[in-house]
């Protein structure tokens, strides 16, 4: 039979990591998690609602370990192709980054215009006309609202970036995808990779933005990189589910473009989550991953707090994050096989 550019011997690349040792490393910090989430306590916080948390995130640390067990193979294979193509990767990433300005008089600028006037715009009309900035004092968040604002709207830029390019990847490479010989799993981490170089450039202009307002560098600062990390390992493994499944389903794409519209005001960017009224509601939006991110970059600026200091939506987050990667790899490998057949 005729190989195929999604044919690349996946059980045999997932062999590079040892299966016994990665599972027991796996099921180790799955337990050690569950230990510090079970004798973790808040005096603050109502009992009957901790227990309800300590429950409810044991069950999804069992669960997630399980699948990883039960799934190792099939999950490993795409970390495996991806670790041997490293340098393959970062060359690719560079040239579709330089690509898509490529012909452009103003080039690269084009990719930071847009966010730049998005930020001002939201701004002026939020800030300026509707005054937002007084019912946040009101509410206890005394902090300049363009800064607020940015801190806000940098990682859902960079979101909104990786999941549109990173869902078209394999559509915009498919004349790779047809190829005898190519290892079609780097696509997707190719155009998160080139949206983070746009991001590194926004988190520069928050910090300019933060210096501006008195919000020095500190140690805090440093944990720009944790929560850029966070964001890129959940964008990557949604875009191995998405770009899996816009193949088959191209009208996914549009259903992406208004979702990120109803995210945009899903996500407290424009507005605080202690605005709303009743815990219940707060726990809901909180089940949205991109709020631990958001808020984490405002933490990062000028709230001076540690990630480790909000437990349990960091617990939450990393076995969101955890459990879609595996997912995400687990459909894109079983469909792959179609991918050059379909495109």
Known sequence: MKKTGCDNNPDRKARYFKKPAGIAIFWGLGLILALVLVNHHNPLADQVTEQMKKFSGC???VF????????YDR???IPAELFQSRKLIWKLSKNDFKKRYAG????IVWAMAQPVVTVVMYWIVFDKVFDTRSQMVASGLNVPYVLYLTAGLVPWFYFSEAITQGTMALIEYNYLVKKVVFNISILPIIKVIAATFIHIFFVAVLLLVAVGYGYYPSIYTLQLIYYSLCMFLLVLGMSYLTCALVVFIRDLQQIISIALQIGMW???ILWDISMLKTDNMKTLFKLNPLVYVVNGYRSAIYEKEWFWEHFYSSTYF????ISLFCIGTLIFRKLRVHFADVL
């Open 59 to 61: 069950v999804l640390i």
């Open 64 to 71: 997630t370990c399980a699948i990883f067990a039960i799934y």
């Open 75 to 77: 999950i490993m294979t």
């Open 104 to 107: 452009s008089y103003l080039g």
């Open 266 to 268: 899903a996500t407290p």
């Open 318 to 321: 990393w076995i969101f994050t």
